[in-house]
C-alpha cells in the first residue's frame, strides 16, 4: 500500500486582496476543495486579512483593473450586452465611481446567482476551512482578534507553512 492511499489531499491557499473581484477565488477554490473532501486552510494576509473581518465591505477598483469590462445589470437585454469602454482618467478621478461599479458588480453577481462573499465565507466554516488570519499583518494594520469572525485561528508565517508544507496543491491569490 503505498504512502499517500487513504490520505486526504490537501489545499494550501494564500490569500492577500480584499477587493471585491479578488475575494472571489479564496473562498470559491477553498469551498471547492472542502467539497471534493480535501483538507483546505487559506492565510489571510495584508489587504485579503480584511475578507476575515465580522463585516465585510469589500469593493471593486476599477482603476486598477482596465480591462475590467462595465456592463449594466439592467435594462433591455441589448443595454446590457454593451461594453461601456470607461477611460482611466474617469475611473480614478471621478468621485462615486468605484461605489457606482461596486454596486453595479453586485447586482451583476445577485442577478446571475453567485453568492455573496459573507455566503461563500460561511461555506468554507462549515465544511470545516482552516482560515488563518496573518498575525503580523494585524499588527501592521492595528487590528484585534475582536475584528475577525470567531473561525479564524491566529498565526505567522509559521503556522501557514506548517501546513502547507504537506499541500498537494498551492497557490497565491
Not at 86 to 114: D, R, Y
Request: glycine share 8%.
Amino acid at each position: 500500500m503505498s504512502e499517500t492511499a487513504g490520505k486526504k489531499k490537501r489545499l494550501a491557499l494564500i490569500a492577500s486582496k480584499g477587493t471585491l473581484d479578488w475575494a472571489y477565488p479564496p473562498f470559491i477554490l477553498a469551498s471547492t476543495g472542502a467539497a471534493m473532501e480535501m483538507e483546505v486552510g487559506v492565510f489571510f494576509t495584508f489587504y485579503g486579512l480584511t475578507l476575515l473581518k465580522k463585516k465585510i465591505s469589500p469593493k471593486v477598483s476599477p482603476h486598477s483593473n482596465p480591462s475590467m469590462p462595465m456592463k449594466m445589470p439592467f435594462g433591455p437585454d441589448g443595454f446590457q450586452q454593451i461594453e461601456w469602454p470607461i477611460p482611466n482618467i474617469f475611473t480614478g478621478n471621478m468621485p462615486g465611481f468605484e461605489t457606482v461599479a461596486t454596486s453595479l458588480m453586485k447586482q451583476t453577481f445577485k442577478k446571475k446567482g453567485v453568492a455573496t462573499i459573507e455566503e461563500l465565507r460561511d461555506i468554507c466554516i462549515e465544511s470545516d476551512v482552516r482560515l488563518i488570519g496573518c498575525q503580523m499583518t494585524m499588527d501592521v494594520f492595528g487590528f484585534s482578534k475582536d475584528d475577525f469572525i470567531d473561525e479564524v485561528d491566529i498565526g505567522g508565517a509559521a503556522t501557514f507553512l506548517e501546513f502547507a508544507a504537506e499541500a498537494d496543491i498551492q497557490m497565491f491569490i
